[in-house]
């Protein structure tokens, strides 16, 4: 049954209520006001200035990974937990336990957390507190989240060491949330996994699942605490995993995370000098749940913005339904990802084999596409994206456009990425295609090594509106393009495909128009009188080709045949439509 805008937003801002009595201002969370420090303008330009501040210092930041690995097995943890304001640490008590390294959170109040100046003089003042002990600080990671409760400013310190100095890594991380799904209630299952597999994931995107441990980080008003720490506990034994008890905030503001930890038997896939040119770049299914949840959250604060999407865009009911299908994904662990990359592993102390094993992986998540970024700076490689396959690109284009999210591309928990030489890549690909709910692709490659450089479709720009983040990554210019052309995949070219089967009747168009616009192809979709459909697709040969491939995985239609025919590239289309 339909449900009126006005039913839609009363539901809404009931939830709202509900969050808000507790001390959350969800709207402002959910629409990334108050998740993460962001990364490239306040997050990396403070780190920046703390290096400077701090050099002489016994401190080290370690090189930007998704994960913290350590040489050994039997993880020990002392956390400590101290204001932001004015950190005090129990330094004797670290000195005696002698770490490894160290994992940081960081929630910070969204005043000190604004500007890169503001966050480093936070950061300033605890590492100036670290430097009284004495050995060297080694931060394996660290995290930052904002709260919009100036209270609510902690840090938390997971000192870590490993107890057996055997040939085993044990690889640690740490992520939080507050609140992931607007329309949830608090404490809830989903909220929970979400937040635990938003920690997992950079585990298990080196291929680390075995003996998973849990520190887990959890807060929230008194009626709502005990309910939060059994739904974790609940999800943690659904995992196999171990719980530890640990000291928590207890500040009564809503927090849901942990600092995971997993043992891994062979070598991680960190072969970053070992990416050579014609790599290939997977990734195991289409990205963007932020700019989802953010526009619907949006849309119910703001009726003109409201109005507009159903005009423009879509229902406001099909955008509820790709909300559920992102946070189902978001909700399902990526362990079964994790099998694949580790039977692509070398064993410890072997050497890399580019046709067995697997160079280089990344989570797809706050940073979205930049993260593909940061591979190329650390392999020094120049990296081209062919496409930027997004849920649903025509919501990422309206909440770029609408200054909902400045980078419409980021996620939570979202896909994995990997770095396969053209040898091994068919492998990886049947692999990950055989796990339920994936829709694994290739989407770019590696064409040189030296620069560190990103080139992405021009297209981007729809769904990345900040002008400083765009400054960031080099766009396929005509120029750029002519030289990618040389790469078979890259080249234009035009498919006229027809497909026989039940294929009308069912949604079969609409979702066509979607995968095309997901991999930057124009062109159109139409019903024939004999009941098949017939498409026009132009753009580069390397999306066409993995648009044929989407066809097939349609699963409102039952495809009987595809017929293709390739022609060269006309120009034809300006978009992709539908009649």
Known sequence: MKVSKEERISRFLNHVGKYASIGVNLASLALGCSVKVDLYNVLYPALSIVKRELGELNIKIAPREDVAVLKGSELEVMRIITSVDSPKLPINSINDFNPDSLILLVEAFQGNASDPDSFANVMIKLFRELAKVNREIVIGKGHSIVSTQPNASIHVLDFIKTKIKDDAYTLVNNDTIQVIDPMDEIASRRQVSVALNNALNDLFSKGAFKDLEFYPIYDAPDEYN????????????????????????????????STVASRLDREPPMFYNEVKEGFKIVVTRPFGELSIIGTYVALHVDEELYDKFEKEVMSVDELEEIKEYALSQMAKPNIDVAEVIYGHLPEIGRKFNSDAHIAATIDISGPGIFVFKELAETANVKIRLSNIPLISPEVAEFAASNYVIADATAGTNGAVALVVSSELVDDVLAELGRIPGLKPMVIGEVIGRGEGALIVPDYVSKYIKDKAMLAKLTMASNILQGVARQHPALRLARAEIVVTGKVQGVGFRPLVRRNAKSLGLTGIAKNNEDGSVSIIAEGEEGNIRAFVESLRNINVAEIKELNIKWSNYKGEFTDFTTE
Do not use: R
């Not at 005990?226 to 503001?253: I, M, R, S």
């Open 226 to 257: 005990h309910k939060l720490f059994n739904e974790v506990k609940a999800y943690v034994n659904e995992l196999g995993g171990k719980l530890h008890e640990v000291e928590q905030p207890n500040l009564g503001y809503l927090l849901i995370g």
